[in-house]
């Protein structure tokens, strides 16, 4: 994927990414299409999936910074169950 693809889905919410990528699925899924746009689908798709899963682990930081207060009130991580 060129880097104005890469710098696009970049821009994408999570939900926006999501939306997508199940949409780039059900096309898969379908057959529908030529070979070579099942390849490049499925090349966005990865790196859609890429996307969703860094917007997910950042996410998952930002509860684990405030998942549960210490001792002096302050709040402090604790290592979050996947």
């Known amino acids: 994927m060129s880097e104005n693809t890469s710098a696009e889905i970049g821009a994408l919410s999570f939900e ?15 057959g ?8 490049n689908a ?3 798709g990865a790196e859609l999936k890429a996307h969703c899963q860094k917007k997910l682990d950042e996410a998952r930081m930002k509860v684990e910074k405030i998942r549960r207060p210490d001792g002096d009130g302050a709040l402090s991580a604790e290592p979050f169950d996947s």
């Open 42 to 44: 499925y090349a966005r």
């Open 32 to 39: 529908s299409g030529t070979l070579d746009d099942a390849i």
């Open 16 to 30: 926006q990414a999501l939306e997508q990528l199940e949409a780039i699925v059900g096309k898969l899924e379908s």
